[in-house]
T-cell receptor, first 115, second 115 residues
Framework: AQSVTQLGSHVSVSEGALVLLRCNYS??????LFWYVQYPNQGLQLLLK??????LVKGINGFEAEFKKSETSFHLTKPSAHMSDAAEYFC?????????????FGSGTKLNVKP | GAVVSQHPSRVICKSGTSVKIECRSL??????MFWYRQFPKKSLMLMAT?????????EQGVEKDKFLINHASLTLSTLTVTSAHPEDSSFYIC???????????FGDGTRLSIL
């Protein structure tokens, strides 16, 4: 079965500190992986995606994520948090099963940035 | 960028009413569209995958007869909540993408309130 697990529903960091949001996936077929961000009262915005090219993927707003097949992980990082990074972050996996595409989201991690 | 239009944005209706929600991809063709339900302060729960030209595939626990999906063309999928009851009140979101390795583009969602 395909699934996405995000450890930590809430993460709090100080402004300027490293941001690390964890995502682990389970898939019986090669996955495509995505991170989305949702600001309050807004829709989902794509941060970055992994589609079997480079394992280290750079996205918008200084975020990056590394695909580690051996660990089945796709953790999201940013070297220095800004106040504007406070939002909810969703990891997602896309797979093709029996010729059908399926797209699943993790439960989300709410990032709080302290001044 | 690619745009997905979802209509209506909000529906308030009486118990027993059937409600249709439309999802259109405005500038690309989508053979697959996804329908999600988002509970308050929760992640997006995949309900079903809408496949153009074939039956929708539903996730476990989602009633096919309750949530009717029609993918009439490469740019339009509809979700009909039949005989809606208060427990069906939720935020419904659709998404579409150009392929499994491409990011999903999301509609703005439909807030359904059943009285």
């Amino acid at each position: 079965a395909q699934s996405v697990t995000q450890l930590g529903s809430h993460v709090s960091v100080s402004e300027g500190a490293l941001v690390l949001l964890r995502c682990n996936y389970s898939s019986s077929v090669p996955p495509y992986l995505f991170w989305y961000v949702q600001y309050p009262n807004q829709g989902l915005q794509l941060l970055l995606k992994y589609t079997s090219a480079a394992t280290l993927v750079k996205g918008i707003n200084g975020f990056e994520a590394e695909f580690k097949k051996s660990e089945t992980s796709f953790h999201l990082t940013k070297p220095s948090a800004h106040m504007s990074d406070a939002a909810e972050y969703f990891c997602a996996v896309s797979v093709v099963l029996y010729n059908f595409n399926k797209f699943y989201f993790g439960s989300g991690t709410k990032l709080n940035v302290k001044p | 960028g690619a745009v997905v239009s979802q209509h209506p944005s909000r529906v308030i209706c009486k118990s027993g009413t059937s409600v249709k929600i439309e999802c259109r991809s405005l500038d690309f063709q989508a053979t697959t569209m996804f329908w999600y339900r988002q509970f308050p302060k929760k992640s997006l729960m995949l309900m079903a995958t809408s496949n153009e030209g074939s039956k929708a595939t539903y996730e476990q626990g989602v009633e096919k007869d309750k949530f009717l999906i029609n993918h009439a063309s490469l740019t339009l999928s509809t979700l009909t909540v039949t005989s809606a009851h208060p427990e069906d009140s939720s935020f419904y979101i659709c998404s579409a993408g150009a392929g499994p390795d491409q990011p999903q583009h999301f509609g703005d969602g439909t807030r359904l309130s059943i009285l």
